[in-house]
């Protein structure tokens, strides 16, 4: 199937700092792509759609100048947390719909924890 | 808000079939159901999907009801590498892309 890549899978920051995590579809177009975040033991929560030469749509309740989405070509998306607190420490997940497909791909992930 | 109902948990003895329940009655025409598993800390694995007919993969089979308020994911012949969180989620393919997850069944396989 296809394959969709986080980078980077693991990352600890400073308190402050601002965090920026790629998603790459690596061998198919995708116009759409989302981003989630998930706690420990809960399921995934939907941030924000991220569509290709236009602004992400946020999902209610998610700040759109602490969690820039940038869709800048049709194989890469890019989640920048900004100034990071304890608090946003979290799984990051992206997925990708390959444009004319009828399923997600989803990465590998990304945990970040911020110190 | 998710628009599925699955069980928290269950567990399946190894090599037998694991049947997982979905209940959706509030799917709409045009929306599929999807299935996903999550294996820990890793992003979900698509498993299948179907609209209406009962659909099998080299992964499971999905059998949804002729009315489709609800559907049963069936992993044939369990192993200790399913234990995972399964998820079942309705999206339509055109308009809303949006998957919404709910809470999901965890599944634990047992030897």
């Known amino acids: 199937g296809a394959v969709v890549s986080q980078h980077p899978s693991r990352v600890i920051c400073k308190s402050g700092t601002s965090v920026k995590i790629e998603c790459r579809s690596l061998?198919?177009?995708?116009?759409?792509m989302f981003w989630y975040r998930q706690f420990p033991k809960q399921s995934l929560m939907l941030m924000a759609t991220?569509?290709?030469?236009?602004?992400?749509?946020?999902e209610q309740g998610v700040e759109k100048d602490k969690f820039l989405i940038n869709h800048a070509s049709l194989t890469l998306s890019t989640l920048t947390v900004t100034s990071a607190h304890p608090e946003d420490s979290s799984f990051y997940i992206c997925s990708a719909d390959e444009t004319g497909g009828t399923e997600a791909f989803f990465g590998q992930g990304t945990r970040l924890t911020v110190v | 808000d998710a628009k599925t109902t699955q069980p928290p948990s269950m567990d399946c003895a190894e090599g037998r079939a694991a049947n997982l329940p979905c209940n959706h009655s509030?799917?709409?025409?045009?929306?599929?159901v999807y299935w996903y598993r999550q294996i820990h800390s890793q992003g979900p694995q698509y498993i299948i999907h179907g609209l209406k007919n009962n659909e099998t993969n080299e992964m499971a089979s999905l059998i949804i009801t002729e009315d489709r308020k609800s559907s049963t994911l069936i992993l044939p012949h369990a192993t200790l590498r399913d234990t995972a969180v399964y998820y079942c989620i309705v999206r339509a393919l055109r308009g809303t892309y949006k998957y919404i997850f709910g809470t999901g069944t965890r599944l634990k396989v047992l030897a």
């Open positions: 509030t799917i709409s025409g045009n929306e599929y």
């Open positions: 061998d198919f177009q995708a116009t759409t």
């Open positions: 991220s569509n290709e030469g236009s602004k992400a749509t946020y």
